[in-house]
């Protein structure tokens, strides 16, 4: 540590603290994670779920984990530093976040969370405090809560922030996937053209209130494993025949409302992945067409493999220059180093110009069109499920607050208390 020189300390949380430090050798400026619990052996730090699930990742859209440090059996982890979270530029701000703005950014953490997700870990802990913010790049951070989709359940009760908990949990369903970090993204892109959070619920009760009263109560043809789960804890859902999201979020296009939709489903398995959620007609613009290739009177005759060529490497570059070193410990070691690209959109969209190009002067009839976007299917291997005590005679103390509720009319707003006193950095109240 006698390395790097504290600046401020921009925040404090249950597990530790982070501070502002610079670097003394490179003028480098890093966020260090200070851990409050005392390690006595490295096996207990390599072990940590935020080490082994960042030494595997390297993505442009994740927050870069430079070094881990023990000195006096004490846990330091360095960060690259970033400006804001999310949440920071959404408290204070009267405007509201153009769209271009909100999908620059939603289509970034899509692209982590499908390279997190292919990697075979999911986050459990996404909300506007854990994205990561400088100028117009974001980063997902905080892996504390973050899980291996291969791990087997029961997993953890409580997760994420309540706001952005997704119903399978609420529920208390011991197997969930992937996909609670979809219905997150959902929540967030709602509030990021609200600036209000779209499921503001004071208890866990209170949150399914909200949610019934936003989407609709779950029927059998909409979520028939949620009946299930809530009969299990004989929990009774509110009626509310929902009303459409147009109606809260205004100013939001046709396609984001599809989006978020979409990512809002009762059903797990009726949400996109995030791999089909960049494929959604909401962040069509974000794949750049050269000038060269778009429809004219004049065709540039460079053939279409050295323009594709050419436009993947201009792309990756302009997008993904950001790229650190992989994180190291005092003992050093070896990440896995991925290749981030744009996956098959850019390809996909440069070969439809190509061929309107070809066939515009035969019949504009026979052009391509762009496929509708359809959410996936009910096939998954989602199934629902409760934890309940040993004789199989209860459920857990949280499915016992939820057990004969009965909710008359609507209740009282209670902001929730957001779990970090962060100044500029993301959260650190992580599990371990």
């Known amino acids: 540590m006698e390395r790097y020189k504290i600046i401020e300390e921009v925040g404090d949380g249950t597990f530790g603290s982070v501070c502002r430090a610079i670097n003394k050798l490179s003028g480098e400026v890093v966020a260090i994670k200070k851990m409050k619990k005392k390690y006595y052996t490295w096996e207990e730090c390599v072990n940590l779920r935020e080490v082994k699930s960042l030494r595997r990742m390297n993505h442009p859209n994740i927050v870069k984990l430079k070094e881990v440090i023990r000195e006096n059996n004490i846990l330091y982890f360095v960060f690259e530093f970033m400006e804001f979270n999310l949440y920071q530029l959404m408290k204070d701000r009267e405007k509201l976040f153009s769209e271009v703005e909100i999908r620059n950014w939603c289509f970034q953490v899509f692209q982590g969370l499908a390279y997190m997700h292919h990697c075979g870990y999911f986050h459990r802990d996404l909300k506007p405090e854990n994205l990561l913010v400088t100028r117009d790049v974001i980063k997902i951070a905080d892996f504390g809560l973050a899980r291996e989709i291969s791990s087997h359940p029961p997993y953890t009760e409580y997760v994420s922030t309540r706001w952005y908990r997704a119903p399978e949990i609420l529920l208390q369903s011991y197997l969930y996937s992937s996909k609670v970090d979809m219905w997150a993204m959902g929540a967030i892109i709602a509030e990021l053209f609200t600036l209000r959070p779209l499921f503001p619920g004071a208890s866990e009760a209170d949150e399914i209130y909200k949610i019934c009263n936003v989407i609709g109560t779950p029927t059998k ?212």
């Open 221 to 432: 043809d909409s979520w028939p494993d949620g009946l299930n789960l809530a009969r299990a804890i004989n929990y009774q859902f509110p009626q509310f025949p929902g009303v459409h999201l147009s109606a809260l979020i205004p100013s939001a296009s046709d396609n984001a409302i599809n989006l978020i939709t979409s990512l809002c489903s009762w059903d797990p398995c009726k949400r996109p992945t995030a791999a089909e959620a960049l494929r959604h007609p909401f962040f069509q613009s974000c794949y750049y067409v050269p000038p060269s290739l778009r429809p004219r009177a004049a065709v540039s005759r460079t053939p279409p493999s050295a323009v594709l060529k050419g436009t993947l490497e201009q792309q990756s570059g302009r997008r993904f220059s950001a790229a650190l070193p992989n994180a190291k410990l005092t003992g050093s070691y070896s990440t896995v180093k991925t290749n981030a690209s744009l996956g098959t959109g850019v390809q996909r969209k440069l070969d439809m110009v190509n061929q309107d190009l070809s066939r515009n002067a035969i019949s504009l009839k026979s052009s391509a069109k762009q496929p509708r976007y359809q959410p996936p299917g009910r096939k998954c291997p989602f199934a629902a499920s409760i934890k309940v005590d040993r004789n199989g005679n209860g459920a857990s103390d949280v499915a016992d607050k939820l057990a004969n509720v009965t909710i008359g009319s609507r209740r009282p707003y209670v902001a929730e208390s957001r779990h970090s006193t962060y100044k500029g950095w993301g959260s650190v109240d992580c599990g371990v």
